[in-house]
Nanobody
Framework: VQLQASGGGLVQTGGSLRLSCVVARRTGSNNGMGWFRQAPGKEREFVAAISWNAGRTDYADSVKGRFTISRDNAKNTVSLQMNSLKPEDTAVYYC?????????????????WGQGTQVTVSS
């Protein structure tokens, strides 16, 4: 299964970016999907996730109210709208497909990882 993430880039503090991830096969349509990030020298951390039918979403406390996750099962995509970006949001962002249909918050729940996309927020 191939997950292709896009949308990263360089933005100033307070700016916005939208990340998207396309799953190459229909594997993800019945699975939870989400985003994690990893800053230099730090462990990969949970950002946001969404259940298979978008009935439940979960967010890390650090991004609540600023980030919004969504999915389009017809297009096998999951997106992350990031607003009011801060320098501490700088990281490589990874999309993920879960082992199960529910939302999730841990790396142990991930079945497939996408390649990362760099997000850099300048101060």
């Amino acid at each position: 299964v191939q997950l292709q993430a896009s949308g990263g880039g360089l933005v100033q503090t307070g700016g916005s970016l939208r990340l998207s991830c396309v799953v190459a096969r229909r594997t993800g349509s019945n699975n939870g999907m989400g985003w994690f990030r990893q800053a230099p020298g730090k462990e990969r951390e949970f950002v946001a996730a969404i259940s298979w039918n978008a009935g439940r979403t979960d967010y890390a406390d650090s991004v609540k109210g600023r980030f919004t996750i969504s999915r389009d099962n017809a297009k096998n995509t999951v997106s992350l709208q990031m607003n009011s970006l801060k320098p501490e949001d700088t990281a490589v962002y990874y999309c993920a497909v879960a082992l199960r249909s529910s939302s999730f918050t841990t790396t142990q729940a991930v079945r497939y990882w996408g390649q990362g996309t760099q997000v850099t927020v300048s101060s």
